[in-house]
C-alpha cells in the first residue's frame, strides 16, 4: 500500500513539473514556483556560485564510490548576507533522472535530513554575503543504493521552500569498461569518436537491451550526454558499442578564459575595471572573435570548470573573494535568426537560461550578455540553440577540432529483474589526451 501511494505520489509530482515547464517559454534564470526539478537548479535569486564536487578535489565530478569513505561537499553564497535555517535531503532517481519508486528508507538509514550548520559571513568584500558548506554522507546519514541522486537544500524547515538542487552519483564498480579514442569515420577533423566494451563475467545482464542504460558525457555536461547507445555486439560476457554515432561528439575547441582573481591589475583578456555608483565593481572583457576558421591552438583549460580565488587578499578564498559585473561581447554583423547565443560553462551552472541568454546590439553589432561572478579564473564558451531542442551548437563560434583536449565519462546502470530501480554499476572517467 505504502508503495502504491509512493507510486501515485511520483506521478503527480511529474505531472506537476511537466505542468509547470509547459507555462514556461523560456527557462529562467532560477525558479521561484517551488515544484522541485531533478536538475541542477537555483529556485532563489540570492544563491550565487553553488558548487558540488567529491571532496578532496573542487574539480571533481559529484560521484562517490559506494564501497568507500568518500564524500560529496556542496557549497554556495546567500548574497543576502544574513543568516538563514538551511536543510538538506535527497532524492533518488533513476537512469533518466525521473524519480525512482523507492521509498526514502529504501535508500536512506539514519536520519533523512541534515541541517546546514557550518557557515561564514564574507570579510572585506563590498557585495556581502554568507558562505555555507556541507559534506554527505555522514555518519548519521547513509545513503544505501548506488545510483542518481537528487540533494535539494530549502528553507526554515520546509521542504516546500527550496533553495536549490543538485545531481550527484553513487556507483559501484560491478563491471569493467574498456575504450578506445579515435577520429569519426566521418568528419574526421571536426569530431572525437569513443569504442567501448563493457567486460560482466560473473555479473548476469540477462536481457542488456532493456535492462541496461548506458551514458556517455563530454565535460560533465548533462545538456549535450548521450543516452541511447545500445551494444553493436554480444557475447562471450563482454557488451561491445561501436560503429555508433551516437558515440561521438564535436570535438570542439579549448575553452575561452579570463581571470577576475585581482580588481587592482589588468589581466589578458580584461580591458577594463571599475567601479559604479552603487559601489559594485565591473569588469569589461575585451571583444571575442570567431574561431571557426581559425587553426586548432593547444592550452592548458579546465574544462568549463572555474576556479573561485581573490589574490588581493590571503585569508579564506570562500569569503574574502567579491562579486563582480562581467561583460562579455561577441561582434556579429547581423542577428541569428536559427537561435540564440548563450554564454555557457559551470559559470552558468552549464545552463541555457535568461542569465545566460546573449542579447544582440544594433548599435555595437554584436552580442552581449553581463553575469555576476564570484571572484576567479573562469573557463566559457559560446553556443547557439534554438531553444526547441536538447543542447547547444558550439561550432558556430568555436569551431571544432578532433584533437581537442576533453575530458569524458561512462557511466553504466542496470535494473535487474524483480528490481524497481537503476543501480549505477560502473563509472568510467577518461581524457582524450591522455592514454
Given amino acids: 500500500m505504502l508503495r502504491k501511494l509512493s507510486l501515485i505520489f511520483s506521478i503527480f509530482f511529474l505531472f506537476s513539473l511537466s505542468v509547470s515547464s509547459q507555462t514556461k517559454t523560456e527557462e529562467e534564470d532560477y525558479v521561484s514556483d517551488n515544484v522541485l526539478k531533478y536538475d541542477d537548479v537555483n529556485y532563489k535569486p540570492y544563491i550565487k556560485t553553488v558548487q558540488i564536487h567529491e571532496s578532496t578535489w573542487e574539480y571533481a565530478i559529484p560521484a562517490i564510490d559506494f564501497n568507500s569513505n568518500q564524500s560529496i561537499e556542496l557549497s554556495f553564497d546567500d548574497i543576502e548576507g544574513d543568516q538563514k535555517q538551511y536543510s538538506l535531503t535527497f532524492q ?13 528508507s529504501e535508500y536512506m538509514s539514519g536520519f533523512f535530513d541534515l541541517n546546514i550548520i557550518n557557515f561564514s559571513f564574507s570579510m572585506n568584500t563590498l557585495q556581502k554575503y554568507t558562505h555555507y558548506s556541507i559534506m554527505f554522507p555522514q555518519q548519521n546519514l547513509k545513503l544505501t543504493k548506488t545510483g542518481n541522486y537528487i540533494v535539494y537544500v530549502y528553507k526554515d524547515g520546509d521542504k516546500k521552500d527550496l533553495v536549490l538542487s543538485r545531481r550527484f552519483m553513487v556507483f559501484e564498480n560491478k563491471v569493467t569498461v574498456a575504450h578506445t579514442f579515435r577520429q569519426s569515420n566521418e568528419d574526421q577533423f571536426q569530431k572525437q569518436h569513443i569504442d567501448f566494451s563493457i567486460y560482466h563475467s560473473g555479473y548476469d545482464i540477462t536481457n542488456p537491451y532493456a535492462d541496461l542504460k548506458v551514458v556517455l558525457m ?3 555536461r548533462w545538456e549535450n550526454a548521450v543516452t541511447n547507445i545500445k551494444p553493436t555486439f554480444l557475447g562471450g560476457g563482454q557488451l561491445t558499442y561501436s560503429l555508433d554515432d551516437a558515440s561521438t561528439f564535436n570535438g570542439g575547441n579549448e ?3 579570463f581571470d577576475i582573481r585581482s580588481m587592482r591589475f589588468y589581466t589578458e583578456k580584461v580591458k577594463e575595471i571599475y567601479r559604479d555608483e552603487t559601489l559594485k565593481n565591473h569588469v569589461v572583457l575585451y571583444p571575442d572573435e570567431l574561431r571557426t576558421t581559425k587553426p586548432y591552438l593547444f592550452y592548458s583549460d579546465f574544462n568549463g570548470n572555474f576556479l573561485i ?22 561582434p556579429y554583423k547581423t542577428p541569428e535568426s536559427a537561435g540564440n ?11 541555457m537560461n535568461k542569465k545566460s541568454k546573449m542579447t544582440y ?4 553589432l554584436g552580442y552581449e550578455a553581463q553575469l555576476y561572478l564570484k571572484q576567479g579564473f573562469y573557463n566559457y564558451m559560446y553556443v547557439l540553440s534554438n531553444d526547441a531542442k536538447k543542447g547547444g551548437d558550439e561550432t558556430l563560434i568555436e569551431g571544432s577540432h578532433w584533437d581537442t583536449e576533453n575530458d569524458y565519462s561512462i557511466y553504466v546502470y542496470h535494473r535487474k529483474i524483480g528490481t524497481y530501480y537503476d543501480q549505477l554499476i560502473c563509472y568510467k572517467k577518461f581524457n582524450s589526451l591522455k592514454k
Fill in 92 to 104: 533518488h532517481c533513476n537512469a533518466d533522472w525521473t524519480p525512482s519508486d523507492l521509498m526514502i
Fill in 309 to 330: 580565488k581573490n589574490r588581493d587578499a590571503i585569508g579564506n578564498q570562500d569569503t574574502e573573494a567579491d562579486y563582480v559585473y562581467v561583460d562579455f561581447f561577441l
Fill in 361 to 364: 546590439n544594433y548599435k555595437r
Fill in 218 to 220: 563530454q565535460n560533465n
Fill in 255 to 257: 575553452f575561452r578564459y
Fill in 341 to 351: 547565443f548563450y554564454v555557457l560553462g559551470k559559470l552558468t551552472d552549464w545552463r
